[in-house]
């Protein structure tokens, strides 16, 4: 490439960055939410305005809970002769892209080498150009070729360095020594691969900062660095200490080569397993984060937590403690959890303020309801949650359930009672009052975690004795699977 058509490029960056810059000046969630102090090697942005006494970027102080030493902030004490080869599947990845390609360049402090491939599923965006311009490599493939897999697959057989790296094309590492640090974690704890816990963006939806809070506390690693061996053979075991995830993972290649990603999903997941029960020790790191979190719509969280569950039950035979009687206490449930759900957000809405325990009170006595899934209501919600709740309650007969429908009725209430209940936890937690915006914040955010539950019901309906008498639900399923 010639040296102007480079400054051309690199002048529509700038146009590009400032006008989003702008953008994001712009919006409330800039005025109120306070700038992660450990990002600041990511992008300097400063403001003038002052954040509330709780503003919302309190919902991220749980990962600095006991003030852990972020060793990749810290100058490495020696150099390390490792080169690493850093694998990226993209697809449109967006002007953002472009600031995790320079961080990367800048990681090249204190090791050998770094080497970058980019394999990219037929982005139509600067994807491709960004890659040729600053990566080594860029494979690419056809989007009905892509698999999680797949892609890194293709990524790993083009590396030519020592370790391996396998990142996401929107986390984004912290200082300049991150992958120093991660190489150095990597050998000191003597793991076969190594992952970083996620540091949530200050733009995170809240409902995806709460999954990764529990996510993390349930891996026992928000704050620390973290070994897994093989201990027992039950799932929960299993995901404890197989502990492995692709928004960062790193690997030695010869090691790598033996097992390669497989299946549709949860490749990381599976890779784990297999090194746990060849007798290898699995790492996750608290000490070394990675930025990365999601703005995601509520449908994504709906088809999320479907996959999650068809995944986990196909990967575990012990996943599943019973499976469900009927699809029609699923189908109730999932009703009245809209019903429910809608009611309480076309109230709160016209709301000015409000004390958080008395929010979360009245949300808890409507969300434990029992509508008898009879009342359609045309609340609004999002536009694709709105046509699923309609399928669903057309597909429901809404005839009196038996006793074994009603419990599952009951069981799967309480799974989405529970969850809804867990997020106004977290909110609570750093919350005592509510203006109208924040009171905005939650409701968007309840649609989404609502909609993950009813994506992990929907997906127990699966396996339920009589699924083979509704294959609306079946071709449902089929239609919800992909894109995630």
């Not at 293709?154 to 912290?174: R, S």
């Not at 991660?182 to 000191?188: D, F, I, M, Q």
């Not at 996510?215 to 299993?238: A, C, M, P, Q, W």
Request: glycine share 6%.
């Amino acid at each position: 490439m010639d040296q102007k058509t480079r400054i051309k490029i690199l002048e529509k960056e700038l146009h590009d960055l400032r006008s989003h810059l702008e953008k994001v000046k712009a919006t409330k969630s800039w005025k109120m939410l306070s700038i992660m102090q450990s990002a600041r090697g990511l992008i300097s942005l400063k403001s003038n305005t002052t954040p509330k006494k709780n503003a919302p970027g309190s919902i991220h102080k749980h990962f600095e809970a006991k003030n852990p030493v972020l060793r990749h902030l810290l100058k490495p004490p020696q150099p390390l002769d490792h080169k690493v080869s850093v694998v990226i599947p993209t697809y449109n990845a967006g002007h953002e892209f472009l600031f995790l390609i320079k961080k990367l360049r800048q990681q090249q402090q204190g090791i050998g080498e770094i080497e970058i491939i980019i394999v990219d599923s037929g982005s139509t965006d600067d994807t491709i150009s960004i890659g040729r311009m600053w990566a080594d490599k860029v494979i690419e493939i056809n989007q009905s070729e892509f698999t999680h897999s797949h892609a890194r697959n293709i990524g790993a057989e083009a590396a030519t360095n020592e370790y391996l790296l396998f990142m996401v094309q929107d986390a984004f590492p912290i200082g300049d020594y991150w992958i120093h640090q991660l190489l150095a974690s990597h050998s000191e704890l003597n793991v076969a691969a190594l992952s970083a816990v996620e540091f949530c963006r200050i733009d995170s939806d809240w409902a995806h900062s709460v999954g990764v809070l529990n996510h993390y506390t349930f891996l026992n690693s928000l704050n620390n660095d973290r070994v897994g061996k093989l201990e027992s053979s039950n799932h929960i075991s299993l995901r404890q200490n197989g502990h492995l995830s692709n928004v960062t993972c790193l690997i030695k290649k010869e090691v790598f080569d033996k097992y390669r990603f497989r299946g549709w999903y949860g490749e990381d997941l599976n890779l784990a397993i297999a090194l746990l029960k060849d007798g290898h020790q699995n790492g996750m790191s608290g000490l070394c984060k990675v930025i990365h979190s999601h703005n995601r719509n509520p449908n994504y969280h709906l088809k999320r937590g479907l996959v999650d569950v068809i995944y986990l039950n196909e990967e575990f035979e012990d996943f599943m403690d019973r499976p469900p009687y009927s699809v029609v206490g699923i189908l109730h449930a999932i009703i009245d959890m809209f019903n429910g759900l809608k009611v309480f957000i076309s109230l709160a809405s016209q709301m000015n303020s409000v004390n958080m325990e008395e929010f979360r009170e009245w949300l808890t006595k409507l969300m434990s309801l029992n509508y008898k899934a009879a009342m359609f209501q045309a609340i609004d919600l999002d536009p694709d949650i709105d046509k699923f709740y309609k399928m669903i309650f057309d597909i429901y007969d809404h005839q009196p359930m038996t006793q074994s429908q009603k419990l599952d009725y009951e069981n799967y209430s309480k799974l989405g009672y529970d969850r809804v209940i867990n997020f106004l936890d977290y909110v609570s937690h750093w919350y005592s009052l509510m203006d109208r915006w924040m009171i905005s914040e939650v409701n968007s955010s309840l649609v989404k975690v609502v909609a993950a539950n009813a994506g992990i019901m929907l997906a127990s309906c699966l396996f339920a004795d009589d699924i083979g008498e509704y294959p609306e639900i079946i071709e449902l399923h089929d239609a919800l699977k992909g894109g995630v």
